[in-house]
Every structure is written in C-alpha cells, then in structure tokens.
C-alpha cells in the first residue's frame, strides 16, 4: 500500500470523524472495482462487499456520513490501518 493511501486510511478511522478527506483520496484508496452510476453515484466492490456513494459536490471534501460508511464498509471487508 502507497504512503498516500496508508494516510488516507489513517485518516478514515481517526476520531472525531474528519470532514477534511479529499474525494479523489478515497477513490484511490477504493480503485478495486469502480462502477458510474448516473449522475454522481459510485459504486465500490471489494470482496463481494459493495459500497453505494454520492461524489460531493460542489465541495471536493468528503462528507462525515460517507466516512462513516466509508469506515464501516473497510472493517467488513478486512482493510483496516
């Protein structure tokens, strides 16, 4: 794992929940299997688990309830710091 998405991961399930988390950092960090949706909906596959998002906009900063999902979807799929 790159220094860059080791820090975005640190960052992920740091507390209090960070509202200063770049989108284009968690879609590195969650390249493993991308699919557009329309509009502005993502859909992340990762071991069979599958995490549905919203890009941010106009704001490229990550939502809390996104980090939050973000955080619970990489705990189920085994990815934690």
């Known amino acids: ?17 960070s509202a200063s ?9 969650l390249i ?11 859909r992340f596959t990762i071991s069979g688990q599958t995490l549905f998002l919203h890009r941010p906009h106009p704001s490229p900063d990550t939502k809390r309830w996104a980090v939050r999902d973000i955080r619970e979807f990489l705990t189920n799929v085994g990815l934690r710091p």
């Open 1 to 17: 794992m790159k220094a860059a998405h080791r820090q975005t991961l640190d960052k992920i399930f740091a507390n209090p929940v």
């Open 32 to 42: 493993a299997e991308v699919s557009e949706g329309s509009g502005s909906r993502v």
């Open 21 to 29: 988390i770049k989108w284009r950092d968690v879609e590195a960090l």
